[in-house]
């Protein structure tokens, strides 16, 4: 069946580090593929998505690249704020049937002054 | 954007009664409405998805009579767990899709304690 794993965390940078956590899938056909995060006390926000290979999607300075080849969606961004401290899930949706999500065990990410 | 509510945001409860949360779309007609359940430093387990007028469908291992699903408008669905038990404590939290749309809108979770 369709599965999503994450890196485990937590993990933990400075101001301005560079972040980069990994995120392969197992899937059958053409899944689409998000990154949600989840600010303390709050629901999930949809970060970013891609829908096919080599798209890559972006926002708030995230990126995450299709990665049919290596089935890989790893979330990155060049320089981490105190803002971006959240918990970060990976997740696909599988290219038949419903809008099912399967998502990542999550990764937390804590970013210090 | 799509917002949705959950409501209660938290609540306590005694072992034995029921409790019903409410999750509505706020700004647009969900067509599709997901069930989530999320332990402590866990990810979400989906537990059912409902289509409003229609009978939700539940995931493997949901016990369907225990966690009872309505979604009687395009803009309401409710979960309620029936006779609850303290193992039953944990972050309830819906999503919504309207028509036209695959993205799912989430709510702001419902933290459950069974005392």
């Known amino acids: 069946g369709n599965s999503v794993t994450q890196m485990e965390g937590p993990v933990t940078l400075s101001e301005e580090a560079f972040l980069t956590i990994n995120c392969t899938y197992t899937a059958t056909g053409y899944p689409s593929l998000f990154w949600y995060v989840q600010y303390p006390g709050e629901g999930l926000q949809l970060l970013l998505k891609?829908?096919?290979?080599?798209d890559k999607g972006s926002n708030k300075g995230f990126e995450a690249t299709y990665r049919k080849e290596t089935t890989s969606f790893h979330l990155e961004k060049g320089s981490v704020q105190v803002s971006d401290s959240a918990v970060y899930f990976c997740a696909l949706r599988g290219s038949g049937g419903y809008n099912k999500l399967i998502f990542g065990a999550g990764t937390r990410l804590a970013v210090h002054p | 954007g799509a917002v949705v509510s959950q409501h209660p945001s938290r609540v306590i409860c005694k072992s034995g009664t029921s409790v019903k949360i409410e999750c509505r779309s706020l700004?647009?007609?969900?067509?599709?409405m997901f069930w989530y359940r999320q332990f402590p430093k866990q990810s979400l387990m989906l537990m059912a998805t409902s289509n409003e007028g229609s009978k939700a469908t539940y995931e493997q291992g949901v016990e369907k009579d225990k966690f009872l699903i309505n979604h009687a408008s395009l803009t309401l669905s409710t979960l309620t767990v029936t006779s609850a038990h303290p193992e039953d404590s944990s972050f309830y939290i819906c999503?919504?899709?309207?028509?036209?749309?695959?993205?799912?809108?989430f709510g702001p979770g419902t933290r459950l304690t069974v005392l």
């Open positions: 891609a829908t096919k290979a080599d």
């Open positions: 700004d647009f007609q969900a067509t599709t």
């Open positions: 999503s919504a899709t309207g028509e036209g749309t695959d993205t799912q809108y």
